[in-house]
Every structure is written in structure tokens, then in C-alpha cells.
């Protein structure tokens, strides 16, 4: 873990690298240039962008190719514990001095770059090397001019639901969810397959005008249906039929994730039965995850569970909200936020949930939200609130004899943070 923070220590004081956002392909194509085109050897590449919902999409398409006995790398963002999460090799992930050793690579070519693009420099190198079936990379923010957007000739590229949740990394006079939409999906590969997941019937109107002219094989999510019988969830396509089998998925946002993912890797000629015996063994780190054991586990009374979820838009708070009105006992929060979100619309979607809310900053994070700026959010949308300086005393404050679930929420960093003291 020490590693892991020094290492990101390393990237965010190196000179030559920048930790804004800058959104340029002429870096990082002039790097991989320098390097021989390392992109140009990873066949199969599958890209994962929009808004919400990639890392889940990614994690399961993933879990479906190796229980076919097939092998895929995989970059993600952000990690949760520990740095190594962003790069999966196959068959296990890169190691701290691996990561060290590309980035004194990357140092020599002498390129400023930023610290999103460093880390998927990283990852293009290592993975170049690696005999696997496929790649399955996460875009950052946007696309059009993000630093995953270096593949020719991609496998498939999947767009899961797009919402205003990146706004705030366009130009002032462009901070609009049309701008967003097009930077997501308006610069999309010709002749490939695109997954487009399940939208709000105007954000998929709008997709389907950005993809007009693009000349992919398109599937849009009407070509399969999530429902409910007897209490159990399935997925269904016009030839198939899938019970959703799983302790560990418990949102319908969560669950059309998975539906997506089925779909393609049904088209990937993944078998129905090795899918169906796979879903109950797929769990979602830092997402609806209930934490059963560990040290802070430990620390509550047996009557208390406790929960983390690392939603940090609108339409995840209303998932999340949605999820937490079919528990039946007492509900409490602890909350924490980034600077760079939009934390009353996300909060009014929780009015009436919970008993109260403690709020916290994020340890180790300087793009952090105080908990007094969140107390006073909270405040003024009648929530019952209360403020804490840390995760700790936050647990203090909340922790008693009676029935309850603990939800901690807002952030992907904080979930992180919780499992590394977990």
C-alpha cells in the first residue's frame, strides 16, 4: 500500500508530467510513436466509455472471456487500494517495480504528458507484450481526445449510460449534456461493433443522431430486456434466456450492467452456461458492496451491517436511493465528495433515506469536498446531518446497539480509502 501512494506521490510532483486535465492526443501519440507503436500489437481491443457504469460492463465482459478459459489485460480507472488495480496482465497485475521501471521509460523520451496519460502509456507498454485474447480498456472522462482513444481498428467499443456527470471537464460555453454526448460517442470507429447500453430515451435519441453516419454494426440495449419473475432477475435476448444468479449485485442499474455485458459476450461466442455458472461469482468492488468481514466489520455491534458504494453522480445517487427504500431497517450515511462533482443534485436524491448523514473529507485527496461545505448541503435540503473530521470518528458517532445499515457513499476514493482500512 505504501508503494502504491508513493508512486502516485512520484507522478504528482514529477515535473515533466501534469496532473490537470488537458485533453490532447499529439502527447501521447508522439510518444507511443518514440516507442515503436506498442498500441498498434494489442488485437481484439474493446473500449468501455460514457458516463456511468464502465468499470462494471468491463469487469464482467472480463469474468465471462477467463471462465471461457480465454485470457484478457485490462485498464481501469481510478484504482481503489492500490495502484497495480489499473493494470491487469492476463493473469495477474503489474507489479510496483514494473510500474516504477515504465515510467523511467516514459521519463526518457523526455514528452510532457499528463498523469492520466503516463499511467495509460503504462499500461499500452506492458500490455503489447502479453499473448492474451483480448484488451479491455476504460476511457477517462470524455473520449474524442482521450488518451485510450489510440486504437485503429478496435474489436467493439461499448458505450454504457451517459449523463451529465463529466460537464465539468468541457469549455465554458460547451457545458452542456449535447457537448457531452457528442465528445463521448460523435468520435467513434468506423467498421467495428458498438454497444450502446441502456440511456434515458433523450440521451439515446441524441446518441442515435451522433452515430448517423458511423458505419459499425450497432446495438442498442432494445435488443435485450432485464426483468423480474418470482423475485428473481433474467436477462433475456430473442434466444436466450439468463436468471441473473447473484448475492452480489443488487441494483437494477448494476444489474442492466451486467445484462449489457452478457450481451456481448454472447456475441463473443461465450457459452449461455458458462455465463450462468460465472454470475454468481462476479462482485463489483467499492459498488453496492457489503463489507461481511475485516476490521471495521469487527468494530460494529452484530446488529449492524455496513455498506460502500463509490457513486458520485445524479443518476447513481438515484440508483443507489432507489436500492436503499427496500431496506426495511434504520439507514445511516457517512459521506464524503470531490470538489469536481455536483454534490446537491447528487444529495437530494436521498431525502427522506436516511436517519442522518455524517459528513467527511476524503483522506490523502487535496480535490476533496470539507465536511462543513457538505454539512451545509445537506442542511439545506432538510436532511438531518451531522459533520465528522474522519472516517473513524464519523463510525463513532453512528455506531450503537440498534438495528441498522451504514452506507458510505459519494466516492469512488473514499471506498477505496474504507477497504485499505478494511
Known amino acids: 500500500m505504501s508503494q502504491s501512494i508513493s508512486l502516485y506521490k512520484q507522478l504528482a510532483k514529477h515535473k515533466l508530467f501534469n496532473k490537470t486535465i488537458n485533453f490532447d492526443l499529439t502527447r501521447i501519440k508522439l510518444v507511443l510513436k518514440k516507442l515503436n507503436h506498442p498500441e498498434k500489437k494489442l488485437k481484439n481491443v474493446i473500449n468501455f466509455l460514457g458516463s456511468s457504469g464502465k468499470f462494471t460492463t468491463l469487469n464482467s465482459i472480463k469474468s465471462f472471456i477467463e471462465a471461457n478459459n480465454q485470457t484478457a489485460t485490462a485498464y481501469i480507472s481510478p484504482s481503489l487500494k492500490d495502484i497495480k488495480e489499473r493494470f491487469w496482465m492476463g493473469e495477474r497485475y503489474l507489479t510496483h517495480q514494473e510500474i516504477k521501471q515504465s515510467i523511467k521509460l516514459i521519463e526518457e523520451i523526455k514528452v510532457p504528458l499528463t498523469i492520466f496519460e503516463v499511467l495509460t502509456v503504462i499500461y499500452i507498454m506492458n500490455a503489447s507484450k502479453q499473448n492474451v485474447d483480448y484488451h479491455l480498456v476504460e476511457a477517462g472522462a470524455l473520449f474524442a481526445k482521450d488518451s485510450t482513444n489510440v486504437f485503429d481498428f478496435p474489436l467493439a467499443q461499448v458505450v454504457v449510460n451517459i449523463n451529465k456527470q463529466h460537464l465539468n471537464f468541457l469549455e465554458k460555453n460547451k457545458k452542456t449534456l449535447d457537448e457531452v454526448i457528442y465528445q463521448k460517442v460523435g468520435f467513434l470507429s468506423n467498421f467495428t461493433h458498438i454497444y450502446v447500453g441502456r440511456q434515458k430515451p433523450n440521451v439515446l435519441k441524441k446518441i442515435k443522431r451522433n452515430l448517423k453516419k458511423n458505419r459499425s454494426k450497432i446495438n442498442y440495449s432494445n435488443t435485450w430486456k432485464l426483468f423480474k419473475k418470482n423475485k428473481k432477475y433474467y436477462y433475456q435476448d430473442d434466444k436466450n434466456k439468463i436468471i441473473l444468479n447473484s448475492k ?88 464524503a465528495m470531490m470538489k469536481n462533482k455536483e454534490p446537491d443534485l447528487f444529495i437530494k436524491q436521498f431525502k427522506n433515506i436516511f436517519k442522518k448523514i455524517i459528513t467527511i473529507p476524503i483522506e490523502n485527496e487535496k480535490g476533496t469536498l470539507n465536511s462543513k461545505k457538505l454539512y451545509q448541503i445537506a442542511l439545506k435540503n432538510n436532511i438531518t446531518v451531522n459533520k465528522a473530521n474522519n472516517f473513524n470518528e464519523a463510525l463513532k458517532k453512528i455506531s450503537s446497539k440498534e438495528k441498522k445499515l451504514i452506507v458510505c457513499f459519494g466516492s469512488l476514493y473514499n471506498a477505496g480509502n474504507i477497504l485499505n482500512k478494511n
Not at 458458462?274 to 462476479?282: A, C, G, L, Q
Open 248 to 335: 452480489n449485485i443488487h441494483s437494477k442499474g448494476l444489474l442492466e450492467n451486467l445484462c449489457h455485458a452478457i450481451k456481448i459476450a454472447l456475441d463473443l461466442k461465450i457459452n449461455k452456461k458458462v455465463i450462468e455458472k460465472t454470475i454468481p461469482k462476479i462482485i463489483f468492488e467499492g459498488r453496492f458492496q457489503y463489507l461481511n468481514s475485516g476490521k471495521i466489520k469487527r468494530k460494529l455491534h452484530k446488529n449492524e451491517k455496513i455498506m460502500i458504494d463509490g457513486a458520485h453522480a445524479e443518476i447513481d445517487a438515484k440508483n443507489l436511493s432507489d436500492y436503499l427504500k427496500s431496506i426495511k431497517i434504520p439507514r445511516y450515511g457517512i459521506w
